[in-house]
């Protein structure tokens, strides 16, 4: 009898042991379920535009009659005031002078499906190859905003735009001065955080 009740336990051991793995199996199956069908979600709204580009500020253009912020990253606003070597200067004015060097005359060719707080086109830009968003992060003239923060760690640490004085992140200035504060792009809809828990880039 004793032994009858020890083999039964054992089976019922051996049946939750496998019903575990079972679960796990169907946990994993749903979640590769679920990041297919957000990433066939955001390619079904991808917006592909290109021309002519007014730059409005540092992360912000305009394509024909479309506002695009540039995703990923967060520029100086236009009248935002930084220092360096003891003074202040203009770094919003700059970041978006360093943006219209980038654009140049080019055709500006721009990838999106999302928009923010402010109906923008949340977009990947790019002139010649060139990808804009990533640049100016690299050039010190945007910091990351949900990515590029290896760029941001390298023009932090050879000290280029923003980063060869002292500024307020970008977001921290607009709150300080009324301005709406919005989610990092990369933490924005299903795909977005799909991608912040994943470290997609």
């Known amino acids: 009898m004793l032994r009858m009740r020890r083999a039964r336990r054992a089976s019922v051991?051996?049946?939750?042991g496998w019903r575990r793995v079972g679960?796990?199996?169907?946990?994993?199956a749903l979640l590769a379920l679920l990041v297919l069908l957000a990433a066939r979600l955001d390619l079904?709204?991808?917006?592909?535009?290109?021309?002519?580009?007014?730059v409005n500020d540092g992360d912000t253009i305009t394509l024909g009659a479309e506002r695009?912020?540039?995703?990923?990253?967060d520029a100086p606003e236009y009248d935002q005031i930084c220092m360096r070597d003891g003074a202040d200067y203009p770094c919003g004015r700059m970041a978006r002078q360093a943006l219209v060097a980038l654009v140049g005359k080019g055709a500006v060719a721009c990838k999106g499906s999302e928009r923010d707080k402010y109906d923008r086109l949340l977009a990947t830009c790019s002139v010649g190859g060139v990808d804009l968003n990533r640049s100016q992060v690299a050039a010190g003239w945007a910091v990351s905003y949900g990515d590029y923060r290896a760029e941001e760690d390298a023009a932090r640490a050879k000290g280029a735009g923003l980063w060869a004085g002292s500024f307020d992140r970008?977001?921290?200035?607009?709150?300080a001065h009324g301005g709406m504060v919005e989610i990092e792009h990369a933490a924005s809809g299903l795909l977005g955080w799909l991608k912040r828990l994943f470290r997609f880039s």
Not at 23 to 28: E, I, K, N, S
Not at 44 to 54: D, H, I, K
């Open 23 to 28: 679960d796990g199996f169907l946990a994993v």
């Open 44 to 54: 079904a709204g991808m917006r592909t535009l290109e021309g002519s580009a007014v």
């Open 68 to 73: 695009i912020r540039l995703r990923g990253i």
């Open 13 to 16: 051991r051996r049946r939750n």
């Open 170 to 175: 970008p977001r921290d200035w607009r709150q």
